[in-house]
């Protein structure tokens, strides 16, 4: 008998949930009204005015995405 009240409480709340949702929608977020213009560059147009093209300054990397250890 305690199963069935549980399952009804369980079953109202979900229900009130979907009615909270269905009558009340979410609203925007801060940050979607807001909006500020951001400054953005153009690599392309870096890379062609750089005074040396073949010569570019580059970051090493270390990738180790697909190292595997043989220990499984």
């Known amino acids: 008998m305690r199963a069935h009240h549980a399952i009804a409480v369980i079953v109202v709340l979900v229900i009130g949930l979907g ?3 269905f009558f009340f929608s979410a ?9 500020v213009p951001t400054a953005s560059m153009d690599i392309f147009q870096m ?9 570019l300054p580059t970051q090493k990397m ?3 995405t697909f190292v ?3 220990s499984d």
């Open 68 to 70: 595997f250890s043989d």
């Open 47 to 55: 890379h062609i005015d750089h005074p040396n093209r073949n010569n």
């Open 19 to 21: 009615a909270k949702l």
């Open 62 to 64: 270390h990738d180790m």
């Open 27 to 35: 609203t925007k977020a801060e940050a979607d009204i807001h909006v």
